[in-house]
């Protein structure tokens, strides 16, 4: 079973929109991705603001930053 990730990412962002797409197959087989909208969070939009989409896996809080495609982040998720 796949770790479970957040994905951090806001409203307009069109890279956001971009890992999204590349995130639905795996979600479809089994990835759970929480949606983190950083500007819900003072400390997120400071982490995060320059930097999103941003995928972190929640068990060990590794981090794979844009640009990223579908066999990244497989390799990611197995590392």
């Given at each position: 079973m796949p770790p479970e990730c957040q994905l951090f990412t806001t409203l307009g962002c069109h890279l956001c929109e971009l890992a999204e797409e590349e995130l639905m197959p795996?979600?479809?087989?089994?990835?759970?991705?929480?949606?983190?909208?950083?500007?819900?969070?003072?400390?997120?939009?400071?982490?995060?603001?320059?930097?999103?989409?941003?995928?972190?896996?929640?068990?060990?809080g590794a981090e794979l930053g844009w640009p990223f495609d579908t066999e990244q982040v497989v390799a990611f998720l197995l590392g």
């Open positions: 795996l979600v479809e087989h089994g990835l759970l991705v929480e949606l983190v909208d950083i500007a819900d969070s003072e400390a997120l939009f400071e982490a995060y603001g320059l930097r999103i989409p941003v995928l972190r896996r929640v068990d060990t």
